[in-house]
């Protein structure tokens, strides 16, 4: 079993920033990629990203390609979200993901996190 706990939600304006965390524990979590979704009310739950423990493998999907960054601290069993140049449309609720899988549909997920809610308005 793998536990993941978000962190680092919040309201923020438009072109401000944020960064989430994603604290992993558990049985062998370090042998999953993780990945970062997102939900929008009303809207499918989308890949936003992933990264590998060791780092050495990023990928942000193209919708927030060039805004949104991915990290790991393989010390401190943690993940990051860094989020820059936020934009309203982005407002939805993250969740932290573990997979089997290297590019991982929300359907490939093994384990979830509890979601953070983001929100950007004025």
């Known amino acids: 079993q793998v536990q993941l706990v978000e962190s680092g939600g919040g309201l923020v304006q438009p072109g401000g920033s944020l960064r989430l965390s994603c604290a992993a524990s558990?049985?062998?979590?370090?042998?999953?990629?993780m990945a970062w979704f997102r939900q929008a009310p009303g809207k499918e739950r989308e890949f936003v990203g992933r990264?590998?423990?060791?780092?050495?493998?990023?990928y942000v999907a193209d919708l927030v390609k060039g805004r949104f960054t991915i990290s790991s601290d393989y010390s401190k069993n943690t993940v990051y979200l860094q989020m820059n140049s936020l934009k309203p449309e982005d407002t939805a609720i993250y969740y932290c993901?573990?997979?089997?899988?290297?590019?991982?549909?929300?359907?490939?997920?093994?384990?979830w996190g509890q979601g953070t809610q983001v929100t950007v308005s004025s």
């Open positions: 993901a573990a997979s089997s899988k290297y590019f991982p549909g929300a359907r490939d997920v093994n384990y």
């Open positions: 558990g049985r062998m979590f370090r042998s999953y990629v």
């Open positions: 990264i590998r423990w060791s780092g050495d493998s990023t």
